[in-house]
């Protein structure tokens, strides 16, 4: 799909999703078509809005006032635009959590602000809440991001200038990437050094320039037996001693925690949680700096019973976020 229908697309979604009633078609012709001749206006609107729909978008006609024949409007309810309560198992739900990482970064951040930027500018009166449906958030801020997951997505070499951590010096590397994980807070790329011949663990932010694609795409096979992530840790964190912990997460959520717990328990008869809502108890083992991060990205919906040393570190971070 061009660039430039892709952004009409959206801009028309976001347009009729954050409408608080119906949008006159000469309306939504100004704000988005303003350019376009009547006919190749009628033309694009119709297959713009048969696009959407076949996509899943419930686009409704409506009247502005149903005491009066006027003219016909268009909108998106947010009801009818959200999906339905959806019921998943632990590991569906952590694939489910790993794609929306990727989802969550600069590309389509921008894409969404920039279509509000126009619409507001244009003067059409918005409902920003409604943008909850389809707002992504900035999670990936290395540049080098979009080139390293493409690289993966493709099996593409890559070139790039890298800095370590003890040289002012950025040098060539020559990678074939497996794949891109984010560690302590930070994205990592895991691949075959070509120049070493032998894997290695890479830092986005350290990346010095712009990564560049240098080859084929399918020109490489990822290891069927590699696991990027446990490469990283072992790289990044060896021999780190891994503690038991419990914690507390409410019902419904946790679910990449739940994943690596060894016993999930209910609550004791008449035992209560952090507030009034429902919750189970999690036992694991994991070093207690790597457990504090992921307990923190589950907000309140994680409470550490023990050990006190993880408590104390969440709790130390927290501070921290405050002051």
Avoid: C
């Avoid at 000469?26 to 376009?36: K, M, N, P, T």
């Avoid at 507001?120 to 943008?131: H, W």
């Avoid at 959520?253 to 609550?267: D, F, K, N, V, Y």
């Avoid at 949680?273 to 309140?300: I, K, S």
């Amino acid at each position: 799909m061009a660039a430039a229908k892709t952004e009409r697309l959206m801009n028309l979604l976001i347009m009729l999703l954050v409408q608080r009633g119906y949008v006159a078609k000469g309306r939504i012709r100004e704000l988005l078509y303003r350019d376009s001749s009547d006919e190749a206006f009628e033309r694009m609107f119709e297959r713009d809005k048969e696009e959407l729909r076949s996509l899943g978008v419930p686009i409704e006609t409506g009247s502005f006032d149903p005491l009066f024949d006027d003219e016909q409007g268009y909108r998106i309810s947010p009801d009818e635009f959200a999906l339905p309560p959806i019921e998943l198992t632990a590991d569906e739900a952590a694939v489910v959590g790993l794609a929306t990482k990727v989802w969550e970064h600069a590309r389509l951040a921008e894409a969404t602000t920039e279509a509000v930027r126009k619409l507001t500018a244009a003067g059409a009166e918005i409902d920003v809440a409604a943008l909850d449906l389809v707002e992504p958030r900035l999670a990936a801020e290395e540049p080098s991001f979009d080139v390293f997951l493409e690289a993966v997505t493709h099996r593409i070499p890559v070139r790039f200038d890298y800095r370590t951590s003890g040289g002012p010096d950025a040098t060539p590397r020559h990678l074939q990437p497996w794949g891109v994980v984010r560690f302590s807070g930070r994205w990592y790329v895991v691949g075959h050094d070509l120049d070493k011949d032998d894997r290695r663990v890479f830092r986005l932010s350290r990346v010095s320039g712009t990564a560049q694609l240098a080859g084929q795409p399918g020109s490489y096979r990822i290891p069927a037996d590699v696991d990027v992530r446990a490469i990283a840790r072992a790289t990044l964190r060896p021999d780190r001693p891994a503690d038991p912990a419990t914690l507390l997460v409410r019902a419904g959520s946790g679910h990449t925690l739940r994943r690596h717990a060894q016993r999930i328990e209910p609550l004791a008869p008449g035992e209560r949680g952090p507030d009034d809502g429902a919750w189970e108890r999690l036992h694991l083992t994991a070093p207690p700096d790597d457990l504090a991060a992921e307990v923190l990205a589950h907000g309140a919906d994680v409470f550490v019973e023990s050990p006190e040393e993880l408590r104390r570190t969440v709790i130390e971070r927290l501070e921290g976020v405050l002051a």
